[in-house]
């Protein structure tokens, strides 16, 4: 899975001389929390709710509104963007883009093919990525094992399932508890609990957590 099937697009961005206020009132209206920043078809920048919110005036000023509404009609999204922005190309792969994110601490990455900016990867398409991988939204037998890190032990569960005629719907690694093991979650359909709880734990080391869901 590459960036550029799960990116969001169209694009919407914000040009350099835009009012902060006018750029805060379209995050809003069009439910975004970051856009990029374009000039003649180039990106300059990003700017996120955050920094528009931290360059507003405080709450606490003594400012009258008649003078807040003309200070902010003066302060221009260029002038707090970001400019150097982190951006990735449409075909990486989904998982490196989130290790970029988090590695960042950024939201969103805008998403380049030949230079030219065509989409936004954010954290809200990889939890819809982590939804489908984990199987969120479909109804099945939810199991969590520790298995031997060693060739065929993945094997061995699926053909285990199979046997049973059951359907595994999604299926992800993770971290075991030690360098010689690893924690599998995956989910099934066709089968119920406790068939799975007999199939299962003679060929794992534990059987951590099983229901359905």
Excluded at 38 to 63: E, F, M, Q, Y
Excluded at 65 to 72: A, D, G, I
Excluded at 195 to 209: G, L
Aim: hydrophobic residues 45%; proline residues 5%; contains cysteine.
């Amino acid at each position: 899975m590459f960036v550029g099937e799960r990116m969001s697009r169209p694009v919407i961005s914000v040009p350099p001389d835009i009012p902060i206020i006018d750029a805060l009132n379209l995050m809003r209206r069009e439910h975004i929390r970051r856009a990029p920043v374009v000039k003649d078809g180039r990106l300059i920048g990003i700017i996120s709710d955050k920094d528009l919110l931290n360059a507003s005036p405080s709450a606490a000023t003594t400012l009258s509104v008649w003078e807040l509404n003309y200070l902010l009609s003066k302060i221009t999204v260029q002038e707090i963007m970001t400019k150097e922005v982190l951006t990735i190309d449409e075909g990486t792969p989904i998982e490196e883009a989130a290790r970029i994110m988090a590695d960042n601490k950024v939201g969103g990455l805008p998403v380049l093919k030949d230079n030219h900016l065509v989409g936004m990867i954010t954290e809200t398409d990889l939890f819809k990525v982590f939804l489908e991988l984990m199987g969120a939204r479909e109804m099945g037998v939810r199991v969590t094992v520790l298995v031997a890190d060693r060739p065929g032990e993945l094997a061995k569960l699926g053909q285990s399932v199979m046997n049973l005629g059951g359907n595994i719907i999604a299926f992800g690694i993770f971290t075991g508890e030690d360098i010689t093991n690893r924690k599998a979650t995956f989910k099934v359909t066709g089968v119920d609990v406790e068939q799975m709880i007999s199939i299962i734990t003679p060929i794992v080391e534990k059987v951590i957590d099983i229901r359905y869901c």
